[in-house]
Each structure stands twice: as C-alpha cells, then as structure tokens.
C-alpha cells in the first residue's frame, strides 16, 4: 500500500501546497482526488455549500512532463485547445480567441504550430500548463509545475497562479516549496514512510 491513514478537507478557495520525498505518495494522492485511481479503501467525496456529495466540479490538471507522450503528434495549439474540448456555451472563434490569449500568457506565440517533440522540457511545461486553466476550472491540480521552467518564466508563472488563486481552489504538489509554494494558506506533507501521512480517505470540497 502506498498511502495510508491520510484524512484532510479542502475547502473553496483554498491554496493547498503538498510535499514530501520523491517517492512518498504526492502524485498518487491527486491521482486519487482526480479519480485517475481508486482507492483500496477509504473514499473521495465531493460535497456541494450544504455538505451533500455531488458530481466533481471541473478540474484542470497539470501532470508531471514524465507522464507525457512527447512524441504524439500534436502541436502546441492542439495542446491547449484540448482544454477546452468538453467547454461548453462557446463558439469557434471564442474558443480560438482564448486559446490564442493562453498561448500568449505562457509566452508561446511564436511557437504555436510546433509539433510538443520539437518543443523543450520547459516549453512543453507550460503549454500544458496553459492547457490546464484553459476552462478556468474551480478547482487547479498543479503536479510539479516548476519542473523545467527557466528562473524568467518560474517567475512569471508565480503571478499568474496568484492571480488564478484569488477565485480558484489549488492543489499543488512539489518535492521542495519555493516562493510559489509560499502562497498556500496550508501545507501537507505526504511520506509513505510515516504513519501519520500515508492513504487518502477523505477529500471535500465546499461547492460544485
């Protein structure tokens, strides 16, 4: 077993920073709270303002660059519009006029046509990120965001998730907390080595 004995609410609008050793169950966990896995016992419960279990509200998820087929076919703007695939209530040109804003906000403009295997580590970094906040989700699993960023755009994503974070509940997973991480208003750490911080039973949050 990986995790076990871990219990903690989130609730709307919080910025929630988890770490812990490489190997200590961090990505494990989101994939729990995003349903990726199923827990072997224990439960993820969403409820709505009155406590009530409900249907997920949405998500944007930035995975670890390792989980990535960087060579699947797709280019930077196909990456970024796959985030808004399932968006509802906009048109073409909305679609393509957002995608083409988000492209901007992470610097991409001049690579918007390149295939994500000519991209660097950086790059791909933060198309899928751009990707990740496509839909303005109210709820953003961030798994390693800083991975391959240079110190220009490490810092330009530190405003930008400041600013996703004044309407948005963030989870954000790092092995090591830097200024981003000084943002949460809570931390957790997750070690599969203690007993304390090791197997997800309960995951809430306030709105859907």
């Known amino acids: 077993m990986i995790l076990t004995n871990v219990n903690f609410t989130v609730d709307v609008g919080d910025f929630i920073a988890i770490t812990g050793p490489n190997g200590g169950g961090k990505t494990t966990l989101l994939r729990l709270i995003l349903g990726l896995l199923k827990p072997t016992e224990g439960s993820v419960v969403f409820c709505d303002e009155n406590g009530k279990p409900c249907l997920p509200p949405s998500i944007g998820y930035l995975p670890q660059k390792n989980s990535v087929d960087s060579h699947f076919p797709i280019t930077v703007r196909e990456v970024v519009s796959s985030g808004l695939l399932s968006q509802k209530g906009m048109d073409k ?67 930008i998730v400041a600013e996703i974070a004044k309407d948005t509940t963030i989870l954000l997973v790092s092995h090591e907390m830097s200024e981003i991480g000084i943002m949460a208003n809570r931390h957790i750490i997750i070690d599969n080595k203690l007993e304390e911080c090791t197997a997800l039973h309960h995951y809430v949050t306030r709105e859907c």
């Open 93 to 159: 040109n909305q679609i393509a006029e957002r995608v083409k804003e988000l492209i901007s906000t992470v610097g991409l403009t001049e690579l918007v046509d390149r295939p994500i295997g000519a991209l660097s580590g950086g790059q791909l970094q933060r198309a899928l990120f751009a990707r990740a906040i496509a839909r303005r989700p109210k709820l953003l699993v961030l798994d390693e965001p800083l991975s391959y960023l240079d110190k220009t755009f490490e810092k330009r994503l530190y405003k």
